[in-house]
């Protein structure tokens, strides 16, 4: 699959922007704050319906408009899709495909596949447990609808059990409706944390020998999926933590709590690994996100590269940039230089400044 176009109307810092792109290498340069990333967060928007960096639909509305619209062309095997993208200050969204308007986000899933990869994600392994959750649900919610459709109701239960739990300090008569809450919790909590079991037991098959190519055959990396409950004793648990959540008001037990365990050779770089271990693991990690998308969509997700080579040292790059020849990717930098001084093969250029795009 490819993108062949964008076209961004009050957008960020673009009041009014078309890009055609090449099928391979499209670079983005220009110094820092100048745009260069609203670009890729459109791009990804535009598959996803959602911001990498979680930012809400107002935030990425042109300064003093209240509307921005995107429109993607995306070419996938044969078929051709245009996806308009229209974003509004106090309203939901807007989505539709090909002209008709859809009426779940989830519609559009599938249709193009990102593999988003930041400065920040090089942090992934010491962060906290939210951030590797979030790179969890990102990558699923694009490959699974299912998954996708669990976790919007799992996390619409949560929010309406931990609001019960707080009106029940006004109203005790409440508690009985809490039962209800309770069976739902379980009910897609346990699909959820099916989906995470299923998605790590893949991962872990392609990011071993990914992490000892990148180590030089020194380290073997392996991902746990640190549950906060079992699937199979979840209900008995919320029982049992009720008075718990009742005292705190809110909900203590769940797939919310989740985590990932980054082990190298038994050890937890989480904790005890060094900067180096954790962001050669983060790069491992995104390396295999690309294969693994690969395998379950039998085709090629586009990368977006948001000023990252600038972070990792000489024979990262190099790998980095050998292992994506073969996939449509959108890089920005501030220079060229990483891209000359590997021998990249450049296909389409762009210089950024301060919101306007030119085309060398």
């Given at each position: 699959?490819?993108?062949?176009?964008?076209?961004?109307?009050?957008?960020?810092?673009?009041?009014?922007?078309?890009l055609?792109?090449?099928?391979?290498?499209?670079?983005?340069y220009g110094d820092n704050a100048q745009g260069?990333?609203?670009?890729?967060?459109?791009?990804?928007?535009?598959?996803?319906?959602?911001?990498?960096?979680?930012?809400?639909?107002?935030?990425?509305?042109?300064?003093?408009?209240?509307?921005?619209?995107?429109?993607?062309?995306?070419?996938?095997?044969?078929m051709d899709y245009r996806i308009d993208i229209h974003l509004k200050k106090h309203k939901t969204k807007g989505i539709a495909i090909n002209g008709i308007p859809i009426r779940?986000?989830?519609?559009?899933?599938?249709?193009?596949?990102?593999?988003?990869?930041?400065?920040?994600?090089?942090?992934?392994?010491k962060q906290g447990p939210s951030e590797r959750r979030r790179f969890l649900d990102l990558e699923l919610c694009q490959l699974d609808k299912v998954y996708l459709h669990n976790l919007v109701h799992y996390n619409r239960t949560i929010i309406q059990r931990n609001k019960l739990?707080?009106?029940?300090?006004?109203?005790?008569?409440l508690e009985e409706t809490l039962d209800i809450w309770d069976l739902q919790l379980a009910e897609y909590g346990k699909k959820v944390i099916e989906g995470r079991e299923?998605?790590?037991?893949?991962?872990?098959?392609?990011?071993?020998?990914?992490?000892?190519?990148?180590?030089?055959?020194?380290?073997?990396?392996k991902v746990s999926y640190e549950r906060n409950v079992s699937k199979d004793d979840f209900m008995e648990t919320i029982r049992k933590n009720r008075e718990k959540d009742l005292r705190l008001k809110t909900s203590s037990v769940g797939p919310h709590r989740d985590d990932l365990l980054f082990e190298v050779d038994s050890i937890d770089i989480r904790k005890f690994g060094s900067q180096g271990q954790q962001r050669t693991a983060a790069l491992s990690l995104k390396?295999?996100?690309?294969?693994?998308?690969?395998?379950?969509?039998h085709d090629t997700p586009v990368l977006l590269l948001d000023d990252v080579l600038s972070e990792l040292d000489h024979n990262r790059q190099n790998y980095l940039l050998n292992s994506i020849h073969d996939i449509q990717t959108m890089v920005t930098c501030t220079g060229l230089d990483e891209f000359i001084n590997h021998r990249f093969l450049i296909n389409k250029v762009f210089r950024v400044v301060e919101g306007t795009v030119t085309g060398l």
């Amino acid at each position: 699959m490819m993108i062949q176009s964008i076209e961004l109307k009050n957008f960020r810092n673009y009041r009014d922007l078309r890009l055609s792109f090449d099928e391979n290498t499209n670079i983005f340069y220009g110094d820092n704050a100048q745009g260069k990333t609203n670009i890729l967060e459109a791009i990804y928007l535009s598959g996803t319906t959602k911001s990498h960096k979680g930012s809400k639909d107002r935030d990425m509305i042109y300064f003093g408009e209240e509307e921005a619209h995107l429109r993607t062309s995306v070419k996938k095997g044969e078929m051709d899709y245009r996806i308009d993208i229209h974003l509004k200050k106090h309203k939901t969204k807007g989505i539709a495909i090909n002209g008709i308007p859809i009426r779940k986000a989830s519609e559009l899933f599938g249709i193009a596949n990102f593999v988003f990869f930041s400065p920040e994600d090089l942090g992934i392994i010491k962060q906290g447990p939210s951030e590797r959750r979030r790179f969890l649900d990102l990558e699923l919610c694009q490959l699974d609808k299912v998954y996708l459709h669990n976790l919007v109701h799992y996390n619409r239960t949560i929010i309406q059990r931990n609001k019960l739990l707080k009106d029940l300090a006004f109203n005790k008569d409440l508690e009985e409706t809490l039962d209800i809450w309770d069976l739902q919790l379980a009910e897609y909590g346990k699909k959820v944390i099916e989906g995470r079991e299923t998605f790590i037991r893949q991962l872990n098959e392609i990011i071993s020998p990914i992490h000892q190519k990148l180590s030089g055959g020194k380290e073997d990396l392996k991902v746990s999926y640190e549950r906060n409950v079992s699937k199979d004793d979840f209900m008995e648990t919320i029982r049992k933590n009720r008075e718990k959540d009742l005292r705190l008001k809110t909900s203590s037990v769940g797939p919310h709590r989740d985590d990932l365990l980054f082990e190298v050779d038994s050890i937890d770089i989480r904790k005890f690994g060094s900067q180096g271990q954790q962001r050669t693991a983060a790069l491992s990690l995104k390396l295999s996100e690309i294969e693994l998308v690969k395998q379950i969509i039998h085709d090629t997700p586009v990368l977006l590269l948001d000023d990252v080579l600038s972070e990792l040292d000489h024979n990262r790059q190099n790998y980095l940039l050998n292992s994506i020849h073969d996939i449509q990717t959108m890089v920005t930098c501030t220079g060229l230089d990483e891209f000359i001084n590997h021998r990249f093969l450049i296909n389409k250029v762009f210089r950024v400044v301060e919101g306007t795009v030119t085309g060398l």
